[in-house]
């Protein structure tokens, strides 16, 4: 339909109204939390891959400490599965907290970190354990073979003591290899089983810059000290270098005047 002098502004107008509408509902914040979701990984069909997650979370700086705290106190209390903090971390601009948890738990434990803020760079990656794992095991059969053998030995009648002694020593010996190999297999395994998760918390306002300036001006006088202290520390170094080129300059420029004066009067 058109207006009366002919151009069609009446429908260009819902036209308008429609586009912008739709173009709301695609940037909807449920939309964007959808795509915001990461899963955890486990290897599939026999592989043995240990995933690792490296998240930026930019959050308000209000936001950053209840964050963290919520995030540590999730996984302490095995709230999405069992977990393990590995490391916490905090510096003026936010922090980052470490942990092992579950595949099936990253998704959710994500989800509260980034809660009233929004989820920025994503890495994932996996290393391959299986050239690893496979030599834990060869290393544990062969010990355990040996120590088979020096088990037999060690239960015949004709042995004497000081065989038998020897026999002792390498049989606690290869015990405490075996033992060794266990905990590095179940290292392993917890690896495998796992996923590690680096948060990493970053404020994108202002709202802590305050706070760093108080610290800053609070620590003023303190670093003037040390500042002043560091600086006359390396002048106290470069000052016995000065006293014994003094001599050494004055010298060269006495015997230059005199040079210069000598060819003036010739």
């Not at 915001?36 to 959050?59: F, K, M, S, V, W």
Request: proline share 4%.
């Amino acid at each position: 339909m058109r207006h009366l002098d002919g151009n069609p502004r009446p429908l260009r107008v819902p036209l308008l109204i429609l586009l912008a509408g739709l173009v709301l509902v695609g940037c909807s914040p449920k939309e964007h939390s959808r795509a915001a979701a990461i899963n955890g990984e486990q290897g599939r069909a026999g592989a043995q891959l240990a995933y690792e997650h490296e998240l930026t979370l930019a959050l308000p700086g209000a936001l950053l400490a209840p964050r963290m705290q919520a995030t540590r106190e999730a996984c302490e209390s095995a709230r999405f599965g069992a977990c393990n903090i590995l490391g916490i971390t905090e510096d003026g601009n936010g922090g980052a907290i470490i942990l092992r948890i579950a595949p099936t738990g990253v998704e959710p434990m994500v989800r509260l970190a980034a809660e009233g803020g929004t989820l920025g760079q994503r890495v994932t990656t996996a290393e391959d354990l299986a050239d690893a794992v496979a030599d834990v095991g060869r290393r544990r059969d062969r010990l355990q073979a040996q120590q088979q053998r020096l088990d037999e030995l060690a239960k015949r009648k004709d042995i004497s003591v000081s065989d038998l002694i020897a026999l002792s020593k390498e049989q606690a010996s290869i015990e405490n290899e075996l033992q060794a190999l266990a905990q590095v297999a179940a290292g392993q395994q917890r690896r495998l089983d796992t996923n590690r998760v680096t948060l990493n918390f970053r404020s994108y306002d202002g709202a802590n810059q305050s706070s760093r300036l108080s610290r800053m001006f609070s620590n003023l006088g303190t670093n003037l000290v040390d500042g002043t202290a560091d600086a006359l520390e390396r002048a106290s170094y470069v000052l016995p270098f000065l006293i014994l080129a003094f001599p050494v300059v004055w010298l060269w420029v006495w015997l230059w005047r005199r040079v210069v004066v000598k060819r003036k009067n010739t």
